[in-house]
């Protein structure tokens, strides 16, 4: 039996747990199943990886990977300014995970806390940020999921 449980949905953060990293990762489990992970850089670099998910036993978290997009984050650093690769992706994660309160380096404030043990992102600690969170609030949600086909011109009469 699949189970979603309600402590691991929401916003997860790896930034607080990230002091003196050029890089800063995301994981977002929406209560249907459904989520993203989002990488960035200090360079500019943006990744943003859609999944199912699922917890097939009691403490195991599965993200499969449906799609993936890469480019340049815009200005606002909301979204894309630019799309340098997007297609299929089919990677599973499989990973134990726990859900405890931490306290981030520097911060010295308690703060809930996700952990894995096969890193997501490159991060494998994060902090919650928002519990809800819809699929409006995915930074590729306006990025066409696949390339979209190439049409050829209609003949010149």
């Given at each position: ?136 609030d995915d930074p590729s949600s306006t990025v066409t999921p696949y ?11």
């Amino acid at each position: 039996m699949t189970s979603l449980d309600e402590q691991v949905t929401g916003q997860w953060r790896s930034a607080p747990f990230d002091a003196g990293a050029m890089e800063t990762s995301e994981l977002v489990l929406l209560a249907g199943g459904r989520g993203w992970s989002r990488f960035e850089s200090f360079s500019g670099e943006l990744s943003i990886g859609r999944f199912t998910w699922r917890l097939p036993s009691p403490g195991l978290l599965e993200l499969r990977y449906t799609w993936r997009v890469s480019g340049q984050w815009g200005p606002s650093g909301d979204g894309f300014e630019t799309v340098d690769n997007s297609g299929p992706d089919d990677e599973l994660i499989r990973t134990a995970y726990r859900i405890g309160t931490e306290r981030p380096p520097l911060t010295g404030e308690l703060v809930t806390a996700l952990q894995l043990d096969v890193p997501v992102e490159f991060a494998g600690t994060f902090a919650l940020g928002r519990r809800i969170m819809t699929p409006a609030d995915d930074p590729s949600s306006t990025v066409t999921p696949y390339a979209p086909p190439v049409h050829t011109a209609s003949p010149v009469r």
